[in-house]
T-cell receptor, first 115, second 117 residues
Framework: SAVISQKPSRDICQRGTSLTIQCQVD?????MFWYRQQPGQSLTLIAT?????????ESGFVIDKFPISRPNLTFSTLTVSNMSPEDSSIYLC????????????FGPGTRLLVL | AQTVTQSQPEMSVQEAETVTLSCTYD???????LFWYKQPPSRQMILVIR??????QNATENRFSVNFQKAAKSFSLKISDSQLGDTAMYFC??????????????FGKGTKLSVKP
């Protein structure tokens, strides 16, 4: 399995500001993903973080709002830009492909509240 | 497009008893994986069990087992000897395989399981 950490674990932000969330995996993974979990809801994929190239975004999510970086096989960042209260959610990163495993492992999530 | 349906929003079970959580999915793919994840109040997503679609044998992990019916597109989770620590939200998830790569997970809406003493 993989151990995934995220920073910060939680934050309270003001409307109009931006927050960058970091995701660190303890081993190389083939794929990294970012998900959003709105209050009381299931997880929805935001984008696939591609190493050394632009992320692949799902319908309804755009790069200007959620820029993503993945400079290497163990690290990725997600920025939530120009935040509004509707962005209040838990943001989770995941990694897959550790030691050829098909399983996907998750970080502990970042709980974001936008006022 | 793939969809995952969990028809039981909430369930409860007495400690030490057995409970089964239901999941159905819809896909035209033949090469995929199915997962059950547990999300306790801490919000950490914990992998419970994984099933490869090409395997007929049902996966088991200690007290957790699945009933995988590929033709019926059904993937239920059985928890035996339920423990208080099993109280959590349980998500069923589908993942398509792309050659040697892993795809993203598509989640059901979840089933909230309460284990009562």
């Amino acid at each position: 399995s993989a151990v995934i950490s995220q920073k910060p674990s939680r934050d309270i932000c003001q409307r109009g500001t931006s927050l960058t969330i970091q995701c660190q995996v303890d081993s190389q993974v083939t794929m990294m993903f970012w998900y959003r979990q709105q209050p009381g809801q299931s997880l929805t994929l935001i984008a696939t973080a591609n190493q050394g190239s632009e992320a692949t975004y799902e319908s309804g999510f755009v790069i200007d709002k959620f820029p993503i970086s993945r400079p290497n096989l163990t690290f990725s960042t997600l920025t939530v830009s120009n935040m509004s209260p509707e962005d209040s959610s838990i943001y989770l990163c995941s990694g897959a492909g550790v030691m050829r495993s098909e399983s996907q492992y998750f970080g502990p999530g970042t709980r974001l509240l936008v006022l | 497009a793939q969809t995952v349906t969990q028809s039981q929003p909430e369930m409860s079970v007495q400690e030490a008893e057995t409970v089964t959580l239901s999941c159905t999915y819809d896909t035209s793919e033949n090469n995929y994986y199915l997962f059950w994840y547990k999300q306790p109040p801490s919000r950490q997503m914990i992998l419970v069990i994984r099933q490869e679609a090409y395997k007929q044998q049902n996966a088991t992990e200690n007290r957790f087992s699945v009933n995988f019916q590929k033709a019926a597109k059904s993937f239920s989770l059985k928890i035996s000897d339920s423990q208080l620590g099993d109280t959590a939200m349980y998500f069923c998830a589908f993942m398509k395989r792309y050659g040697g790569s892993q795809g993203n997970l598509i989640f059901g809406k979840g089933t909230k399981l309460s284990v009562k003493p």
